[in-house]
């Protein structure tokens, strides 16, 4: 090959570099701002984050910081700061993003706990795509459940019963309900407390070995599981955890009623400290 013709080869294959270069690049970057502009789901999408890193804290039955997170309305205005959590359009002056985001020193506010971790990079820059884009709800109808301790389930025939427990004295006796567990005095005197949590669908109940606490597996099918630890006495939920995108069963106490393990549809067995929610076994 001669001086003339290699050069023109060469030329040539610079030419078609260049130009796939040329074509690719806008290609990318064209890619990358449909992906800016494509529309953030609050259902699908931002509802998940919130159910898998804040409900366990702010909702209904455990609002922390006078903030519930499970209801919109509650969810955009705040809690006891006085701020609102959430500024439509306006994700830098939205507080909850302030939260959620690590200064420069790693330090964050949300969410807390001894194993509680920060929301990634990606996580927030979802949640701040969602608020900018006016932070609508875009949650089918029915989706949310509006039941409370204050305003439990009203029943028009009787519950299917999953899972019932007497305690060890056989004092009470816990059976499922919709929403709820209900403990009743075994001696059918009357009711002692309706404990309604997240979880629409309540798969097992267990009272821990002193009769003092009830534990409880169950969540929205194909969306969540959930396990409750409650007080009996004071009827306060003390922890509420998200675990899989599937309802949870068959929960069981350790006999001195430290940990509490349960069952998952992914054929999971776990174990938590029923105190803090740290999973030690897997």
Same mark, same amino acid.
């Given at each position: 090959m001669n001086f003339m013709n290699f050069l023109t080869v060469n030329l040539t294959c610079f030419g078609l570099l260049t130009a796939l270069v040329?074509?690719?690049?806008?290609?990318? &970057?064209? $890619?990358?701002?449909? $992906?800016? &502009?494509?529309?953030?789901?609050?259902?699908?999408?931002?509802?998940?984050?919130?159910? *898998? #890193?804040? #409900?366990?804290?702010?909702?209904?039955?455990?609002?922390?910081?006078?903030?519930?997170?499970?209801?919109?309305?509650?969810?955009?205005? @705040?809690?006891?700061? @006085?701020?609102p959590a959430i500024v439509p359009g306006k994700p830098d002056e939205s507080f909850?993003?302030?939260?959620?985001?690590? #200064?420069? /020193?790693?330090?964050?506010?949300?969410? /807390?706990?001894?194993?509680? /971790?920060?929301?990634? $990079?990606?996580?927030?820059?979802?949640?701040?795509?969602? !608020? *900018?884009? =006016?932070?609508?709800?875009?949650?089918? +109808?029915?989706?949310?459940?509006?039941?409370?301790?204050?305003?439990?389930?009203?029943?028009?025939?009787?519950? +299917? +019963?999953?899972?019932?427990?007497f305690s060890l004295d056989g004092s009470l006796l816990a059976v499922t309900g919709f929403h709820e567990a209900l403990i009743h005095k *075994?001696?059918?005197? =009357?009711?002692? *407390?309706?404990?309604?949590?997240?979880s629409e669908r309540i798969e097992s109940i267990s009272l821990s070995p002193d009769g003092k606490k009830l534990g409880i597996t169950g969540g929205q099918p194909g969306r969540m599981g959930e396990v409750q630890i409650w007080d !009996?006495?004071?009827?306060?939920?003390?922890?509420?955890? &998200?675990?899989t995108f599937d309802t949870l069963y068959g929960g069981s106490w350790s006999p001195d009623g430290k940990y509490f393990a349960f069952g998952g549809a992914d054929t999971s067995i776990r174990v938590i400290d029923a105190s803090s929610g740290k999973q030690v076994v897997y």
């Open positions: 040329c074509f690719v690049l806008p290609l990318n &970057a064209s $890619e990358e701002r449909d $992906e800016q &502009a494509k529309s953030v789901s609050f259902h699908k999408e931002i509802r998940p984050l919130f159910q *898998a #890193n804040c #409900n366990g804290c702010h909702q209904p039955a455990k609002a922390k910081g006078d903030y519930v997170m499970t209801d919109f309305a509650s969810l955009i205005r @705040g809690g006891e700061s @006085g701020k909850l993003v302030a939260e959620v985001t690590p #200064n420069e /020193k790693g330090e964050y506010e949300m969410p /807390k706990g001894k194993n509680a /971790k920060p929301l990634n $990079e990606t996580d927030i820059e979802l949640l701040r795509r969602w !608020i *900018a884009q =006016g932070a609508k709800d875009d949650s089918p +109808v029915g989706s949310v459940s509006g039941y409370t301790m204050e305003n439990p389930p009203v029943y028009t025939m009787p519950p +299917v +019963v999953t899972s019932m427990d *075994a001696d059918g005197s =009357g009711l002692v *407390a309706r404990l309604v949590g997240l !009996i006495q004071s009827k306060k939920l003390e922890l509420s955890k &998200a675990v």
